[in-house]
C-alpha cells in the first residue's frame, strides 16, 4: 500500500511559477507509470506530465516546454515545477502511481488556482 500526498498548491498570478510535491509512503522507484493529473471544473481528469517506467517522460501538449516533472527516489518524491502558468491551467492536481500487478494509487490532490 503506497499513500500519495501532493503539496505546494496555492494561488498565483499569470505569468507565474509554482512547484508541487508528491510525497510517497513506499517505494516509487520501481512504479511503471508515476504521473501528474488535473481536472478542472466541469472537465475530465487529463494527463498533465509522466514518468513511464524509470526514464522517459510524456507531457500533455498544452503544458510542454512549460512545465517539469522530476522525481527523487531516495525521498520517494515526484515534482512538478509549473512555469509561465496560466489561467486555463486551474486545476486540482493529482498524483498517481501505478505498479506492476494492477495496484493504483491517487493522491488526495492540491487546488492550482491561476488569476488573470
Known amino acids: 500500500q503506497v499513500q500519495l500526498v501532493e503539496s505546494g498548491g496555492g494561488l498565483v498570478q499569470a505569468g507565474g511559477s509554482l512547484r508541487l510535491s508528491c510525497a510517497a509512503s513506499?517505494?516509487?522507484?520501481?512504479?511503471?507509470?508515476l504521473d501528474w493529473y488535473r481536472q478542472a471544473p466541469g472537465k475530465q481528469r487529463e494527463l498533465v506530465a509522466g514518468f513511464v517506467g524509470g526514464g522517459p517522460t510524456r507531457y500533455a501538449d498544452s503544458v510542454k516546454g512549460r512545465f517539469t516533472i522530476s522525481r527523487d527516489n531516495g525521498k520517494n518524491t515526484v515534482y512538478l515545477q509549473m512555469n509561465s502558468l496560466k489561467p486555463e491551467d486551474t486545476a486540482v492536481y493529482y498524483c498517481?502511481?501505478?505498479?506492476?500487478?494492477?495496484?493504483?494509487?491517487w493522491g488526495q490532490g492540491t487546488q492550482v488556482t491561476v488569476s488573470s
Open positions: 498517481h502511481a501505478f505498479f506492476r500487478g494492477g495496484a493504483n494509487y
Open positions: 513506499g517505494s516509487i522507484f520501481s512504479a511503471n507509470l
